[in-house]
């Protein structure tokens, strides 16, 4: 019985130890998502709403997984410089014009975006910085 008893303490010591290792990209993700959630209620929720359902006509919805990976290099931009263009996103065109926000520094535009990129039913996991960074050199 004490022999069970020791290395159940011994297993269950094990599991403990390893379910509390993260790597540092998962503890990078949720560092990203609760500063990108703070961004997000300040700079986007009013128009793209507190779970991404858009307003109506005027504003896309953030639900649509296949546009936000079909633009994932394009994201950054959108938050950064505004959108002027035309987007169809749920085969529904959206004219508006998106608003710009040239305060938000680089890495909050990255919060921001792994936020939206992994909220609303969308997974898309972590986008480091650094890529964003370069997303945003590429701005036209």
């Given amino acids: 019985m004490r022999k069970y008893i020791i290395n159940s303490i ?20 949720q560092n990203y998502m609760s500063n990108g959630k703070d ?15 858009g307003l109506g006509q005027l504003t896309p919805p953030l639900t649509d997984s296949v546009f936000l990976k079909a633009n994932k290099t394009r994201l950054a931009c ?4 505004g959108a002027k263009e035309s987007l169809i996103i749920h085969g529904k065109e959206y004219k508006e014009k998106m608003p710009a926000f040239p305060e938000l ?4 535009v990255a ?17 480091p910085y650094s890529e964003v960074s370069k997303h945003l050199q590429n701005c036209k």
């Fill in 111 to 127: 919060q921001v975006m792994v936020y939206i990129t992994n909220s609303f039913g969308n997974k898309q996991g972590f986008v």
């Fill in 78 to 81: 959108f938050i950064k410089k």
């Fill in 39 to 53: 961004i997000y209620k300040a700079k986007c929720q009013n128009c793209h709403g507190e779970h991404g359902e």
């Fill in 105 to 108: 520094a680089d890495i909050d």
């Fill in 10 to 29: 011994i297993f269950l010591s094990l599991v403990a130890i390893i379910v509390s290792c993260q790597n540092q990209e998962t503890i990078d993700l």
